[in-house]
């Protein structure tokens, strides 16, 4: 077999890499990344605009610094967590669905974004559920409309 | 699947072309230009059936699965599941026509 990293890929290689590409897992995996990186952009941002917990002025300048590093980066961390998490559930069920009705429209978003409300809010029990299940999936297909509206 | 379809299609033609004399063996020297010539003839006929199957088909799956608004060149991941479930149903609608054509036109010969 030629070297794979000094030619052109074959047809059969290409079908192959984009039937992987295209798979609803990988598209999980990617979607999960992404959302952790904004999600830690964000988290950090919004570190830097509330409002954080006094911090105790008794220790040196430098570990009142840390202190403050410490906290941004938690809350960075957590919200990427939060985002990485809601994005993989978003674009999974997305693909999945739109696998599963072999059309695509614009139900597709709003089924996936009412999954994802629902699932975020379980905690919050029924009404909790469908409340974000309609707020996540207006979100959702208002997103959708505003990209595909001039195709 | 292919083997279904082709044999589906040969044996469909092999049922109007066993109503043409068999080439014999040993016959006089006329006689051997037949074999060839019937199999000249009916290679052309497969390989019109499976082009006539292959347009028809590509026609058939553009008009259901394909979406008319083509804003990008890549096939969406809808698209590409309609294909592949359009040309699966095509070959076994084929096939299944197939088998009951092939019974019917056994039981019309029984009677």
Sequence with gaps: MSNPFTRPPTQNERDAASKVMDSCAVKTAFSGAAGYGIGAVFGLVLSGIEFSSPVDTSTSTKQQIKTVFKDMGNKSLSSAKNFAIMAAIYSGSECMIESYRARNDIYNSVAAGCITGGTLAVRTGPRGMAAGCAGFAAFSAAIDWYMHKDD | ?111
């Design chain 2, 1 to 111: 699947m292919f083997g279904g379809a082709f044999g589906g299609g040969g044996g469909g033609s092999n049922n109007v072309a066993a109503q043409r004399p068999a080439p014999m063996a040993g016959g006089p020297m006329g006689q051997g230009q037949m074999d060839p010539n019937a199999q000249i003839a009916a290679a052309e006929q497969e390989m019109e059936m499976v082009t006539e199957m292959f347009a028809r088909l590509g026609k058939l799956c553009n008009k259901k699965c394909i979406i008319q608004r083509y804003s990008d060149e890549e096939l969406t991941k809808a698209e590409s599941v309609c294909l592949d479930r359009c040309v699966a149903k095509y070959f076994q609608v084929n096939r299944v026509v197939n088998d009951k054509l092939a019974k019917l036109s056994a039981a019309n010969q029984q009677q």
